[in-house]
């Protein structure tokens, strides 16, 4: 594997404490190699320290000094740029060490890099003639978010990559989607007669979809300033998450089959009253966690005049014959209550004949609500009587917790999906038909935002969102879930 844009915070925080990970679970080969590109001038000795470090400081299992021995035989750095000789030199180390350490010239491109370099990279490895799979080995690179910042914008790096690289060999990273919880969506609707007859308008009221950060934006003003939530989490993560909730039961597990599916879903997606179906916000100084926090504007690096959000919450609705009239709303927001990512599908409250109306109108709905993170695990919402001589109904929650329920720890999803790519297993990595997709859902929103110059409306940090996110689920008599 040979990772570019290895000295950057994803690399150092996520792929290398994964790729220690899978060596020590024993799950790489014994010829495994990878090969940091970079413009530091290091050699062999500088990248594994660098690498021990990103190990010892963020990798899930303990450290192992014969696992270590094993994996450092590996490693290599390769200096260069994007854009010079640096790639023929690359060129000629990959095939001294296919020869040396057995790896067939089957290898991995890992585009931990900015979007505007993937063209560069992508030509490049074409130049020397690294991109091109033979008959008995392969060549895939590897894609980190964003892809694009519109609909039009992913279009054009797709067929960057494309025009280098066949579709097969793509391999586009959301990292939610290797979480053990995500996957367990599957599991949870089709391998369970209970659920399955009740996933529908006919029993489901709505779907919230929720992922809470009570982080700020920290130093990455430069980053997501003119980003903002729903281009950073929107588009991607909790779109993925819709068509996973949302999804007709595929024919297999096949990856053209999962694809399929969750393609569907995203076509049929609609906006039935734009003005009416959104909430942006921006955080304000306040307290979390006991201690004071800086508000937006605050940030380092952040204009006065930013409209770029920290808060957005969408409302659309599956023009398809099960989720019909069944609305589904979509919030992402930084310094929220806490950190917490959840599916809550909630269902039409039952007849009150026998138990009376109750005062809060939540009681009697019934829910299943799958917590992503960090409380990996589902819960069930169901009414029971209140011991006593009176007929009182009150809600009560049934919980599954992945930690309390198996022994097994679950893997980093960065361990899950870098297995999977050198497996060539991509049932977890969206197409390019499912990127265009949701750009194609979150562009309307986004160009009424920047037609009308609308501006994000403040709230405190340490809550759950700006009033309107509040007014919009209001207009309807429902309300969100506190997580």
């Not at 996520?14 to 020590?24: G, W």
């Not at 390769?78 to 040396?100: H, I, N, P, T, Y």
């Not at 391998?191 to 700020?216: K, R």
């Not at 993170?373 to 029971?384: C, K, L, S």
């Amino acid at each position: 594997m040979v990772i570019f844009g290895v000295t950057g915070d994803l690399a150092f925080k996520k792929l290398l404490p994964a790729i220690y990970d899978l060596a020590s679970r024993g799950l790489l080969p014994a010829g495994f190699t990878l090969v940091g590109y970079g413009r530091r001038d290091w050699d062999n000795a500088d990248f594994c320290d660098y690498f021990r470090s990103a190990v010892e400081a963020g990798a899930r299992t303990d450290f192992n000094h014969d696992v270590w021995e094993h994996l450092s035989q590996g490693i290599e750095f390769v200096q260069g740029s994007f854009d010079d000789e640096g790639f023929d030199k690359l060129s000629a180390r990959l095939a001294e060490l296919d020869k040396a350490r057995g790896t067939g010239s089957n290898w991995a491109y890992y585009l931990s890099v900015p979007p505007e370099f993937f063209s560069d990279i992508c030509h490049q490895l074409e130049r020397v003639g690294m991109a091109n799979s033979m008959e008995d080995s392969w060549r895939r690179v590897i894609i980190e978010k964003p892809f694009g910042h519109d609909q039009e914008s992913a279009r054009e790096l797709n067929e960057i990559v494309n025009a280098v690289f066949p579709e097969s060999a793509v391999f586009r990273i959301d990292h939610y989607l290797g979480k053990e919880t995500v996957q367990n969506i599957l599991a949870m609707r089709f391998s369970n007669q209970m659920f399955e007859p009740l996933w529908n308008s006919h029993y489901v009221d709505h779907v919230q979809i929720t992922m809470a950060e009570d982080i700020g934006i920290g130093s990455r003003a430069g980053y997501y300033d003119g980003v903002g939530a729903a281009r950073d989490i929107i588009q991607n993560h909790l779109l993925q998450l819709l068509a996973l909730t949302a999804m007709e039961e595929p024919l297999s597990l096949d990856a053209k089959h999962l694809r399929a599916e969750k393609a569907k879903v995203l076509e049929a997606v609609q906006i039935d009253d734009l003005p009416n179906s959104f909430a942006l916000g921006q955080y304000s100084a306040g307290y979390q966690g006991g201690e004071h926090v800086n508000g937006f504007f605050d940030e380092k690096d952040i204009p006065a005049d930013s409209r770029t959000e920290t808060f957005a919450a969408l409302k659309v609705s599956i023009a398809n014959r099960r989720w019909e009239g069944t609305p589904f709303y979509l919030r992402a927001g930084k310094r929220l209550g806490r950190r917490v990512t959840e599916i809550a599908v909630i269902f039409k409250k039952s007849s009150d004949r026998l138990f009376g109306e109750s005062e809060n109108p939540q009681v009697g709905q019934n829910a299943i609500v799958i917590r992503v993170q960090p409380d990996e695990g589902m819960t069930i919402r169901f009414a029971a009587k209140v011991p006593g001589t009176q007929m009182e109904i009150r809600d009560v929650n049934m919980d599954f917790g992945y930690g309390h329920s198996f022994t097994e720890e679950s893997p980093e999803a960065y361990e899950r999906l870098i297995l999977d790519v050198l497996l060539g297993e991509p049932p977890l990595f969206p197409r390019h038909e499912e990127v265009e997709l949701s750009w194609k859902i979150l562009d309307p929103f986004e160009e009424y935002w920047e037609e009308n110059r609308i501006k994000p409306e403040p709230y405190e940090s340490g809550s759950w969102g700006p009033r309107s996110a509040h007014e919009m689920l209001e207009r309807d008599n429902r309300a969100w879930r506190r997580p």
